[in-house]
């Protein structure tokens, strides 16, 4: 049984010889015109450190751009890291990717020129660019695990695509007093979520199995709120420093992942000072921190009086023996002078 040729990577992604597979996620380096080199001596530990068989860029890997000529230059600083080491790595844009004068789509094609990019436009036929699938191989070639990447878009203010909404939602949906963080983020379009789940059919039809997955984008779910109030029963680790930062409109997206059964991660940037994971209704939630010192970090206020400790990435070891379940840490860095 094999998976439509939709679905191949261009750089196969296979597990080693004992049957296992790490991902390292990398977020929110907000890599900017000035080229702090702490972000990309960070890189480099944590690559060293963790030895990843396939990167994930988490989104806001890129900001300030306001040229094309820019954004190759500062998108070549983060990826050679990777490229030099001959390991795939893909990515997914957050909100801050977003430039006037460099659109996701021509930036995607940029990201599709490096020969381990295995990032994919996904179909024009639906909102947002990056939506695609990724089938992680076992040493037969057979597809024993998955990876999604979703666009979850910028703000209400900055749409990335056009809406039908048919009412302002300054005025009408973001009200005084919010429903969620009081944030003005957009969200996953149900074209996505169709998307997501008559391709998840396709490919248990293909392989006359579900295939277990992760799912990865930028801007965090409603519901990565419930195990915040259920610490305990959901296993909650890591970190809490702020509020969870969703749409103020619930997109459904959880509640499809729930149905179909076949995606047993969510995972995310944004957040740059949340680090937590736990496990709401079978399916682990969780943020990957903040990669990039570019980017802020814990507040003046932190107790440990230490703003750089949160600087880090996320690791998923996935292993062939039991893929429906995964494990994954945090990976902090050390040097930041």
Request: with cysteine; charged share 25%.
């Amino acid at each position: 049984m094999a998976l439509p040729d939709a679905f191949a990577s261009k750089v196969p992604l296979r597990m080693d010889e004992s049957g296992r597979f790490r991902i390292l996620m990398l977020s929110d380096m907000h890599y900017a015109p000035d080229r702090d080199a702490r972000t990309l001596r960070l890189i480099e530990e944590l690559l060293d450190e963790t030895k990843p068989q396939f990167v994930m860029l988490g989104g806001d890997n890129t900001t300030g751009k306001s040229t094309m000529e820019e954004f190759e230059l500062l998108l070549n600083d983060i990826a050679s890291p990777i490229e030099k080491r001959g390991l795939p790595w893909a990515h997914v844009f957050g909100n801050h990717d977003i430039s006037p004068d460099v659109s996701k789509p021509a930036q995607m094609r940029v990201y599709e020129r490096y020969p381990h990019c295995v990032s994919k436009a996904g179909p024009k036929d639906i909102p947002g660019t990056g939506n695609y699938f990724l089938p992680i191989l076992d040493a037969g070639g057979q597809p024993v695990f998955g990876l999604w990447a979703l666009d979850s878009h910028q703000d209400f203010e900055t749409p990335s695509e056009k809406r039908e909404l048919g009412f302002e939602p300054y005025w009408e949906l973001l009200l005084p007093k919010r429903l969620h963080a009081g944030s003005d983020w957009e969200f996953i379009r149900f074209e996505q979520i169709m998307w997501y789940w008559n391709s998840s059919v396709e490919i248990e039809q293909s392989l006359g199995r579900k295939l277990p997955s992760i799912m990865f984008f930028h801007i965090p779910l409603y519901e990565f709120n419930a195990p915040l109030m259920n610490a305990e029963r959901c296993g909650l680790n890591g970190e809490y420093n702020e509020a969870v930062s969703c749409s103020e409109l619930n997109s459904g997206m959880f509640a499809a992942a729930l149905q179909r059964g076949d995606v047993k991660g969510i995972f995310c940037g944004h957040d740059h000072i949340n680090t937590f994971d736990a496990t709401y209704c079978g399916i682990r939630l969780g943020y990957d921190g903040s990669a990039g010192c570019h980017a802020y970090g814990v507040r003046a206020f932190d107790p440990k009086g230490d703003r750089e400790r949160l600087r880090g990435g996320r690791v998923f070891d996935i292993d062939a023996s039991h893929p429906w379940q995964f494990d994954t840490h945090m990976v902090f860095g050390r040097n930041f002078t």
